[in-house]
């Protein structure tokens, strides 16, 4: 794995403007898990900062009027005549201000994060044993996410330079996430926040790679610079605001904690036959 030039432009290049960022790299097919998410080929992937007490709930036109607005094309309002109009590329949205967003690069992966840790969502190991799922014990707000990003949000965009098979595309997904976990639970004792979200791209045509895991040279990069991107960002933006990392649950504005323990079970052994062997 060859680190590139430090004085170079990173493959997936990055501009803030007016409370949006945009990576580009033309051609790329992206994976997103945040609103209106999936596969998508398009140049170029954002995330979008929303202002304290945003409650805008028509998405498709809020992103539309922030890309015109930061003069990113893309827009549907920047399209005119009666052709139809292309959907924007992967678009996150965010707490975070994008002064905050930091970008990491090593081989063929590039990296940006912004992170903040207002809703985080805890994951204890040893949940109380009479606990059941209570969904009206749960904020809305904060179980789904409905009414948008609150003002944390750890939002990932990753890009590769080579080709990945679709199965390790969706794989680098879960790579990021889990760096994104590590990094958060070693520097503020959360996983994430209630609202995160991961955008993955890769280049079609480059160097073909049928897998992404964590003992390959892009899944490597990909954790080491999804672990300082995030690490970076998490550290601008509690150096800049008045707002400290939350103690717990309890002391953030929003959040949640997983405490209900789920039934855990055996799966049914069957022999050659077909019948089940409840002595196995």
Not at 240 to 264: F, H, I, K, M, N
């Amino acid at each position: 794995m060859t680190e590139p030039d430090p004085d170079s432009d990173p493959a997936y290049g990055a501009v803030r403007r007016a409370g949006v960022l945009r990576v580009s790299r033309p051609g790329t097919e992206w994976l997103s898990t945040g609103w209106n998410g999936g596969r998508r080929t398009a140049d170029c992937a954002y995330n979008v900062s929303v202002p304290e007490g945003w409650e805008r709930t028509d998405l498709a036109a809020y992103v539309d009027e922030r890309l015109e607005r930061a003069g990113f094309a893309g827009g549907e309002a920047e399209l005119p005549g009666p052709e139809p109009k292309p959907k924007p590329g992967p678009t996150l949205l965010t707490g975070v201000e994008q002064a905050d967003a930091r970008g990491a690069r090593y081989g063929s992966v590039t990296a940006y994060a912004t992170a903040g840790i207002s809703n985080p969502a805890a994951l204890p190991m040893d949940p109380l044993p009479d606990n059941r799922p209570d969904d009206s014990s749960t904020d809305e707000r904060t179980r789904d996410g409905s009414s948008g990003p609150a003002r944390g949000t750890v939002n990932v965009i990753v890009g590769t330079t080579r080709a990945l098979a679709p199965g390790a595309l969706a794989n680098l997904v879960a790579v990021a996430a889990e760096a994104k976990a590590a990094t958060l639970l070693a520097a503020t004792g959360f996983p994430g926040t209630t609202t995160d979200a991961i955008v993955a791209g890769h280049d079609p045509t480059g160097e073909r790679l049928e897998f992404s895991g964590s003992g390959t040279d892009v899944g490597a990069a990909t954790r080491a610079c999804v672990r300082e991107a995030v690490r970076a960002s998490l550290r601008a933006h509690y150096e800049d605001c008045d707002a400290e990392l939350p103690d717990s649950v309890s002391d953030a504005t929003y959040g949640v904690s997983t405490d209900v323990r789920a039934d855990v079970f055996r799966p049914a052994l069957e022999d050659e036959s077909g019948a089940p062997d409840s002595q196995r």
